[in-house]
T-cell receptor, first 116, second 113 residues
Framework: EAQVTQNPRYLITVTGKKLTVTCSQN?????MSWYRQDPGLGLRQIYY???????DKGDVPEGYKVSRKEKRNFPLILESPSPNQTSLYFC???????????????FGDGTRLSIL | AQSVTQPDIHITVSEGASLELRCNYS??????LFWYVQSPGQGLQLLLK??????LVQGIKGFEAEFKRSQSSFNLRKPSVHWSDAAEYFC???????????FGPGTRLSVLP
């Protein structure tokens, strides 16, 4: 089954304690992206990756890091989480971009982070 | 700057009634347009998309949307709403050849029995 898998689904942690949210897709997609969803703001793009070892900032990258060492994985890293990063996070992937950029994204089920 | 607006935060309709959810975008070139639906506790599911060609596009679950370039709009419609359509709906724009996606704030749909 084609899917985007995020782990953990829920996490409560404290300010300053490094955490990683994993994202894995089994569709051999080149493009992957991270979003945060906050009430009244919709989804805002944090980082995206066009392919292995190619990442770039989205609209709200501050306080986050990503890496893309393998095509299937795109972890989101919070080096020193703060309460304003409490949010619902979604990972997404799509087949390709550029000249074939008309591809919809497939979303994971979300990770709810609470930073105390 | 690119933006997507969904003027209605919350809409309530009766089951069987027609539905229209509004979406307006601001983008200098022709965008790629998407509608997604999110049920509680779930990720986003694609309803339909527009890239080019026929401006009236059909999607899953009986939804359709019409792209109107002159109005920078991409409104979502359904002729008869079912109780299972209650969810949050997001309009999104793909820009920069699909490198970036901008989402609207969402419209929450409630359906009365």
């Amino acid at each position: 089954e084609a899917q985007v898998t995020q782990n953990p689904r829920y996490l409560i942690t404290v300010t300053g304690k490094k955490l990683t949210v994993t994202c894995s897709q089994n569709m051999n997609h080149e493009y992957m992206s991270w979003y945060r969803q906050d009430p009244g703001l919709g989804l805002r793009q944090i980082y995206y990756s066009m392919n292995v070892e190619v990442t770039d900032k989205g609209d709200v990258p501050e306080g986050y890091k990503v890496s893309r060492k393998e095509k299937r994985n795109f972890p989101l890293i919070l080096e020193s989480p703060s309460p304003n990063q409490t949010s619902l996070y979604f990972c997404a992937s799509s087949k390709s971009t550029g000249t074939n950029s008309n591809q919809p994204q497939h979303f994971g089920d979300g990770t709810r982070l609470s930073i105390l | 700057a690119q933006s997507v607006t969904q003027p209605d935060i919350h809409i309530t309709v009766s089951e069987g009634a027609s539905l229209e959810l509004r979406c307006n975008y601001s983008y200098g070139a022709t965008p790629y347009l998407f509608w997604y639906v999110q049920s509680p506790g779930q990720g986003l599911q694609l309803l339909l998309k527009y890239f080019s060609g026929d401006t009236l596009v059909q999607g899953i679950k009986g939804f359709e949307a019409e792209f109107k370039r002159s109005q920078s709009s991409f409104n979502l419609r359904k002729p008869s709403v079912h109780w299972s359509d209650a969810a949050e709906y997001f309009c999104a724009v793909g820009i920069n050849y699909g490198q970036n996606f901008v989402f609207g704030p969402g419209t929450r749909l409630s359906v009365l029995p």
